[in-house]
């Protein structure tokens, strides 16, 4: 079955970048968006950025301009997001997401979420 | 930038049903969706394109859209549906945009 599993949590200090895993399960890979979504503690949830089935087409949230990278491994079917310039403000639960016009373009797989702790 | 807007909390009775409303602008046009997130886990796709349902989504959960609120209802709401609810709305030009969310509380 589908399943999308993260990399374990970080802890990160302001300033330095931060890179996590997505490891897909179950599916074509190359077949569906990829996404991000991020929530800060007790808050809603943020969509970041997308990466398109070809690989070749990133879009994201203008708040993330020019910190945020999405990149992927076809052969191991991962994604990856990098975050630079850590704030405190980004210490969030990051979640990957499944994402396809099938489905409206909604969610519809989501990781276990990867806490990202930045602090000095 | 685009908006929706949910209110933070509904209150349901047990065996009643719930309501959840979710507005903006020109959200007629755009697709919505719906997501559970329950405490410490990730969320849960309910509803897509408005009101289509995934698989294994029971029946009790619709979605709706009139004008420029998109609704989920919950019937026959029980115990194990406390929890956030969000909605989202999509088109090529807004880009993922969530509400606020809503916590259900079921008395």
């Known amino acids: 079955q589908v399943q999308l599993v993260q990399s374990g949590a970080e802890v990160k200090k302001p300033g330095a970048s931060v890179k996590l895993s997505c490891k897909t399960y179950?599916?074509?890979?190359?077949?569906?968006?990829m996404h991000w979504v991020r929530q800060a503690p007790g808050q809603g949830l943020e969509w970041m950025a997308i990466?398109?089935?070809?690989?070749?087409?990133?879009n994201h949230a203008q708040k993330f301009l020019g910190r945020v990278s999405m990149t992927r491994d076809t052969s191991t079917s991962t994604v990856y997001l990098e975050l630079s310039r850590l704030r405190s403000e980004d210490t969030a639960v990051y979640y990957c997401?499944?994402?396809?016009?099938?489905?409206?373009?909604?969610?519809?797989?989501w990781g276990q979420g990867t806490l990202v702790t930045v602090s000095s | 930038s685009y908006e929706v807007t949910q209110p933070p909390s509904v209150s349901v009775s047990p065996g009643q049903t719930a309501s959840i409303p979710c507005s903006g602008d020109?959200?007629?046009?755009?697709?919505s969706s719906w997501y559970q997130q329950r405490p410490g886990q990730s969320p849960v796709l309910l509803i897509y394109?408005?009101?289509k349902r995934p698989p294994g989504i029971p029946e009790r959960f619709s979605g709706s859209i009139s004008g420029n609120t998109a609704t989920l209802t919950i019937t026959r709401t029980q115990a194990l549906d406390e929890a956030d609810y969000y909605c989202q709305a999509w088109d090529s030009t807004t880009a993922w945009v969530f509400g606020g969310g809503t916590r259900l509380t079921v008395l």
């Open positions: 179950g599916y074509t890979f190359t077949d569906f968006y």
């Open positions: 020109h959200l007629g046009n755009k697709y």
């Open positions: 997401a499944r994402g396809g016009e099938g489905s409206g373009h909604a969610f519809d797989y």
């Open positions: 394109q408005d009101s």
């Open positions: 990466l398109t089935p070809g690989g070749d087409s990133i």
